[in-house]
């Protein structure tokens, strides 16, 4: 089981929506769509994981490192509908307490959070993105 991606940018923020499982098989597939957003955007990027159907624990240490990885470069990782799996235990502490991660409830607060950023839209996914997500 693996996940598909989309990439949605606003000017000055990026959107990478989850959908499937994050496991230690989609670590890759995961970090290739965050090396996506971080050539084609700008700002920080909110990780929507409102079709995520969970995560492990090999996971949760991708999106610690992508948080890490996004820091180097800059730029900020938030998070948005963090799953029921990873709400507790964890409590919104990613990056290993190194790079703050801001937790919004979902993807809608996450936005809100950003108004006014522009107008501009452009969006990118996998081929197997679930029409309904």
Request: glycine residues 18%; proline residues 3%; charged residues 25%.
């Amino acid at each position: 089981m693996t996940i598909e991606w989309r990439y949605t940018i606003h000017p000055g923020l990026g959107v990478l929506s989850l959908a499937g499982f994050l496991g230690q098989e989609a670590v890759g597939r995961f970090q290739g769509a965050v090396g996506w957003a971080l050539a084609r955007g700008t700002g920080p990027v909110v990780l929507d994981l409102t079709g995520l159907r969970g995560w492990s624990d090999g996971g949760r240490l991708a999106v610690s490192e992508a948080a890490l990885r996004l820091a180097a470069e800059g730029r900020g990782l938030e998070l948005a509908a963090v799953p029921e799996s990873g709400a507790s235990g964890h409590g919104g502490d990613f990056g290993d307490g190194k790079v703050a991660v801001t937790v919004h409830g979902d993807l809608a607060a996450a936005l809100s959070a950003h108004r006014d950023r522009g107008v501009e839209e452009r969006e990118w996914r996998s081929d197997a993105w679930p029409e309904d997500a």
